[in-house]
């Protein structure tokens, strides 16, 4: 029986994971290599080798009610888009109010997890520590979660871009970059067009002389501020638009998305509109890069073809002289350095685990990978999602298919991905975000039925269906349920608007004039629809009515 856990990483996942342990009766250690936790999201001046890193001005680009834990609402006062600092502020109130702290153990890096001799027996790992002073420990653990992420090996390919060893400026990728500092009177140019690329694209272009953005493929740029000003996850992640894509072709969803954006801003017009269609491929969030290509500050280009001195030459051709600085905003490799390499299951371009969590060729189920998924929205209820599920597989709750199942269900996974996304060695596996969770909460037994609310709780129902599908719609029933979930789903837009609410405003109330205005419409366009189809067709209102008078005998 599993015991004692081992968690990799004190991140959003492995804070996830330490709570999900201590609320089955296990007890975690978790090993972070930093003197604090939020893995990603914590801060600082200079980025550290094997560690994620962030720019100063980072602010997140899902908002707090779709990022937020499933039973711990981020406060009503902060911003819906939080700066980094903010985020490690709620992480921080998370791990004192669940106590994780006295679980986690600073400066400590995992250097080898590897299965014991009795492992065929036990299912037990043995885990070598090193902490800040180089000391070397070694540890008997039940079962192991990693934490670790996927964003800490910065990818430089180099080799791709002829005549970089000749460049007469500095280059560096975006893991290295922390504000526009260095950019003031510069001609910058920024590789790759991500949310990374497009933020600095965006800030350094505030300073510098002039940015070129390159790119490969394009990108579908989405804002973060959709219609009315709501955030655009609350107002379009809605179980509701989940169930017409099941429902409705996926090139209907690709033709009316891409209409929307282009009314917005014509992609094509912009350079931007890409080689694949909207729903391919994560879109870049990013409100400001369409006006900054408008204003002319960042210029969009095609791909890098050579690089002379201080010259960058693209492959259509055209030329931009002078260049000070160039950014690789070209992605992550991803690696798990302290695992054998016998552990992991490659299928494709990916780590083939089960449902994106259990490698399926171990003979224990006692190795699990949490956080480590690609979907439009943020990783905190995914990776919580994640861990609720391998918690009670640890505890024998739930009991995991056998190898040779969990391997085809891979290879299927692996399909299925690569038919409807695009994916690369650096983007290896993408999901839709409600399918997901909805699938791994149904392993747990937690995902909430639309039919038993219906009759149950109307009101509820309505806005779990209609509403946007938040975290806390896992914890309505079945194993971790919270009473709280009910009441955070009625006010989640209550704390949407709190931060907002800084100057009172008069409500303007519907006027009787205003409301006779409306019926007048109304009726003036309900009757010239009548005239018209009397017009038109003389008999149908006719048989209309007669339809409609009940029958005699």
Partial sequence: MVQRVAVIGAGPSGLASMKACLEEGMVPTCFESSDDMGGLWKFKEVSEPNRASIYRSLTINTSKEM????????????????????????????????????????????????????????????????????????????????????????????????????????????????????????RVVVIGIGNSGGDIAVESSRVAEQVYMSTRRGAWVIRQVSDNGLPVDMKYNTRFVHILFQLLPINFFNWFGEKKLNTMYDHTMYALKPKHRLFSQIPVINDDLPLKILSGSVVIKPNVKEIRGSTVEFEDGSIVEKVDTIVFATGYNYDFPYLPSNTMYKSGHRVGLYKHVFPPNLEHPTLAVVGFIHALGAIMPQAEMQARWVTRVFKRIKKLPSIQAMIKAVENDTKDIEKHYIVSKLTPLQVDFVS?????????????????????????????????????????????????????????????????KTRQMVEQESSLAGSLVKLSLTMMAGGAAVWYLHARSPTTIPTLLSSLRPQTV
């Fill in 436 to 500: 997901y969770m909805d699938d791994i909460a149904g392993e747990i037994g937690v995902r909430p039925s639309l039919l038993w609310l219906f009759f149950t709780d109307y009101p509820l129902f309505k806005r779990v269906l209609w509403g946007p599908v938040s975290a806390y719609q896992y914890r309505l029933m079945g194993p971790g349920k919270w009473e709280g979930a009910r009441q955070a789903i009625f006010t989640q837009f209550d704390r949407m608007y709190q931060p907002l």
């Fill in 67 to 186: 990022m937020c834990y499933s039973d711990f609402p981020i406060p009503a006062d902060y911003p819906n888009y939080m700066h980094h600092s903010k985020i490690l502020k709620y992480f921080r109130m998370y791990a004192e109010h669940f106590k994780l702290l006295q679980h986690i153990r600073f400066q400590t890096s995992v250097k080898s997890v590897k299965q014991r001799p009795d492992f065929t027996r036990t299912g037990q790992w043995e885990i070598v520590t090193e902490n800040r002073d180089g000391q070397e420990e070694k540890h008997v653990f039940d079962a192991v979660i990693c934490c670790s992420g996927h964003y800490t090996y910065p990818n430089l390919p180099l080799k791709d871009f002829p005549g970089i060893e000749t460049f007469e400026g500095k280059y560096l990728h975006s893991w290295d970059y922390k504000g526009p500092e260095d950019m003031y009177g510069k």
